[in-house]
Structures are given as structure tokens and as C-alpha cells.
């Protein structure tokens, strides 16, 4: 028998990215640390120690603020919101590039998609750790932007879903051979990028 769970379900507002991420920040403010504290354990657990968790929230930041300054000011508006630091929100939105640091990698979710009659389908799946299972969520944003909605996870500002325009996203990890220790790019802030500033495929490459 299937058991029938209830989600946390966000409403996040703001005139600015800050007041975006004080919106989020402020309503995890009960659970965004237990959150945290299970990605520093998954961390730990696939050969990522702490110091290089910090090196990697620190570069994250770094390129952020040349590349997207604004997604800077969200994830610091979730921190205060939150009573986390800015460093580690930035680990939980850098989650992907941070694993990719360590000597063990990590997979997750499928995506399937299919044009039937006319219309565009999408289904992806959340396979992911299971002990970060009470912290995935659904969300409804409006702010600087287009409006979107979507599923993501506790801190993050974004992963699958769509915009008003009518665009949407699927996220997933995806490897490559040349990937190895040390590699670290910057894909944490994407799905933001896309969802709430363009408004279809073709604006998106």
C-alpha cells in the first residue's frame, strides 16, 4: 500500500532577488537547518570533507557575483530568513558541483519526454538520497521576472518547472568521462536563470 505524504508547499514573493530569498528563507526557518545538516552528512559520506565544502561555497559565490550578482542577493536573503550562513546556503544551491569534488559521484533523477498529438509531455522522476526525502518541496515564485512553479528542494532556489511563459525545466545530473575530483562548475543557479527570465527554448541556449 502506498502511503499518501503530506508536502511543504511555498509561496515565495518579493519586489527584489533579497526580499526572494527573505520570502523562502523566513518560512524554512524551522527545517532549513536539519536540511543542511543532511547534506553535510552526504557530503561527508561520498569523500567531500568540510574544508573543501567550504572551498566550493566560497568559489560558488565567487563566480555568482561576476556571472549573477542577483542570485548573490537571493541566497544571502535566504540566509538571513533562515539564521543559516551565506555559506551554507551556497553549499546546498552548489550541491551538485561540490559532490563532483569528492572521489565518489552520485546520480539521480530520469527524465522522459514525448511530443504526442501536438503536445509536449514531461515526466522525471526524483531519484535521489533517501534520507532527503522530508526535504523536497513544491513552490509557487513571484518576483523579478517571470512568475513560475515548480518543485525543488529546501534552500535551493530552483530546479524543475515552469515559468508563465509557458517554458519549462527538468534538472538532472548528468557526467561525463572527463569528470573527476576537482572539477567544479557553476550550474547551481540555471534553473533560476531560465525560469524566471526566459520565455522560451530558443531565448535558453
Keep these: 500500500m502506498l502511503n499518501t505524504t503530506e508536502r511543504l508547499h511555498l509561496r515565495v514573493a ?3 532577488s533579497r526580499e526572494l530569498g527573505l520570502s523562502r528563507g523566513t518560512q524554512l526557518r524551522g527545517s532549513l537547518t536539519a536540511a543542511y545538516t543532511r547534506y553535510a552528512e552526504l557530503f561527508r559520506v561520498l569523500g567531500v570533507s568540510e574544508a573543501q565544502e567550504h572551498e566550493g561555497a566560497d568559489r560558488v559565490i565567487e563566480v555568482l557575483h561576476e556571472w549573477r550578482p542577483a542570485v548573490v542577493e537571493e ?20 550541491r551538485t558541483e561540490i559532490i563532483a569534488m569528492g572521489p565518489r559521484g552520485s546520480s539521480e533523477c530520469s527524465t522522459v519526454t514525448a511530443q504526442i498529438n501536438g503536445h509536449r509531455y514531461g515526466v522525471q522522476t526524483w531519484d535521489w538520497h533517501i534520507e532527503l526525502d522530508p526535504f523536497w518541496h513544491t513552490h509557487e515564485v513571484t518576483g523579478p521576472g517571470y512568475r513560475y512553479a515548480g518543485l525543488t528542494e529546501q534552500g535551493i532556489v530552483s530546479k524543475i518547472g515552469v515559468n508563465e511563459a509557458g517554458l519549462a525545466l527538468h534538472f538532472n545530473i548528468l557526467g561525463h568521462q572527463a569528470d573527476g575530483p576537482g572539477e567544479f562548475r557553476c550550474t547551481c543557479s540555471l534553473p533560476l536563470c531560465f525560469l524566471s527570465v526566459r520565455p522560451c527554448v530558443k531565448q535558453s541556449t
Aim: proline letters at 0%; aromatic letters at 0%; hydrophobic letters at 55%.
Design 75 to 94: 541566497l544571502a536573503g535566504i540566509a538571513e530568513g533562515s539564521g543559516l550562513q551565506l555559506a551554507q546556503i551556497a553549499a546546498l544551491n552548489a
Design 14 to 16: 518579493g519586489a527584489t
